[in-house]
């Protein structure tokens, strides 16, 4: 299975970007999908998490800012990033915990995010 992130870029506090996260495997293989992040310096850490039938899991520190949804039609899924924050300076990578024959956990390839004015 390949995921591969899409979206980064270079934005001023404030503003937005939309991170994009294809799957080579159906979503619906999936028990986890998700989005984490890793700064500079820092280790990596979650940002959303959304378990198949189970509720969305954001960081406390972008509540309210970030929302993850996801297309089955597409096997994608996406991070709306809302009032960005340079400590949202990172590279962020997409996550997903397929079942079945796929089963495993996978990464994407990164997508870094710079917020500075």
């Known amino acids: 299975v390949q995921l591969q992130a899409s979206g980064g870029g270079s934005v001023q506090p404030g503003g937005s970007l939309r991170l994009s996260c294809e799957t080579s495997?159906?979503?619906?293989?999936?028990?986890?999908m998700g989005w984490f992040r890793q700064a500079p310096g820092k280790q990596r850490e979650m940002v959303a998490l959304?378990?198949?039938?189970?509720?969305?899991n954001y960081a406390d520190s972008v509540k309210g800012r970030f929302t993850i949804s996801r297309d089955g039609l597409k096997n994608t899924i996406y991070l709306q990033m809302n009032n960005l924050k340079p400590e949202d300076t990172a590279v962020y990578y997409c996550?997903?915990?397929?079942?079945?024959?796929?089963?495993?956990?996978?990464w994407g390839q990164g997508t870094l995010v710079t917020v500075s004015s």
């Open positions: 996550n997903a915990v397929f079942v079945g024959a796929f089963r495993g956990e996978y």
């Open positions: 495997g159906s979503i619906f293989s999936t028990k986890r």
């Open positions: 959304m378990p198949t039938g189970s509720s969305v």
